[in-house]
T-cell receptor, first 113, second 113 residues
Framework: GAGVSQSPRYKVAKRGQDVALRCDPI?????LFWYQQALGQGPEFLTY????????KSGLPSDRFFAERPEGSVSTLKIQRTQQEDSAVYLC???????????FGPGTRLTVL | GNSVTQMEGPVTLSEEAFLTINCTYT??????LFWYVQYPGEGLQLLLK?????DKGSNKGFEATYRKETTSFHLEKGSVQVSDSAVYFC????????????FGTGTRLQVTL
């Protein structure tokens, strides 16, 4: 079956622009996670949804970052007024409820000029 | 809070050599432990996992044993292949329902003929 998909795969933004990154989880997966992976580093947690409820947003680095999952399926991570330090790969992962194995998408590489 | 420390790379080995990548962790309670692999140009894939002390995870010839007494989860393989060249991430998630992953910084493995 289809895995986790993310779009776009690559995004170049000028500093100050807003961007929106999309994640399509595996069908039926209740849990959805966003991670940020800086160059040469491991992924770092941003936020977590269970269905449409955002249960943990402790990893969002600033109020410029916003995530939503209005119908409990597709999720969008929005970054307002992008800064150069936002340049990273943004990973989405999903999992079946009550099972802690997460399946990752290919990521969106964001470059802020 | 939770943290994962893994050996820095890159690790360069000849084909058929023995591989060890060290990983130690700090966590409260009884976390689940994972090794993820990222092949060039691809997304993160779960390689193996262990959910309780003394469990051994194994897959594709790789093994890791959950050692609570040393808080370690070292990755081993008896005979590496060129196709094993990738970045390996050690990670943990806290006990309970679907929970965020905490990753190490990753170890790049390069296997040569």
């Amino acid at each position: 079956g289809a895995g986790v998909s993310q779009s776009p795969r690559y995004k170049v933004a000028k500093r100050g622009q807003d961007v929106a990154l999309r994640c399509d989880p595996i069908s039926g997966h209740v849990s959805l996670f966003w991670y940020q992976q800086a160059l040469g580093q491991g992924p770092e947690f941003l936020t977590y949804f269970q269905n449409e409820a955002q249960l943990d947003k402790s990893g969002l680095p600033s109020d410029r970052f916003f995530a939503e999952r209005p119908e409990g399926s597709v999720s969008t991570l929005k970054i307002q007024r992008t800064q150069q330090e936002d340049s990273a790969v943004y990973l989405c992962a999903s999992s079946i409820f009550l099972v802690n194995e997460q399946f990752f998408g290919p990521g969106t590489r964001l470059t802020v000029l | 809070g939770n943290s994962v420390t893994q050996m820095e790379g890159p690790v360069t080995l000849s084909e058929e050599a023995f591989l060890t990548i060290n990983c130690t962790y700090t966590a409260t309670g009884y976390p689940s432990l994972f090794w993820y692999v990222q092949y060039p140009g691809e997304g993160l894939q779960l390689l193996l996992k262990a959910t309780k002390a003394d469990d051994k995870g194994s897959n594709k010839g790789f093994e890791a044993t959950y050692r609570k007494e040393t808080t370690s989860f070292h990755l081993e393989k008896g005979s590496v292949q060129v196709s094993d060249s990738a970045v390996y991430f050690c990670a943990l998630s806290s006990t309970g329902t679907a929970s965020k992953l905490t990753f190490g910084t990753g170890t790049r493995l390069q296997v040569t003929l």
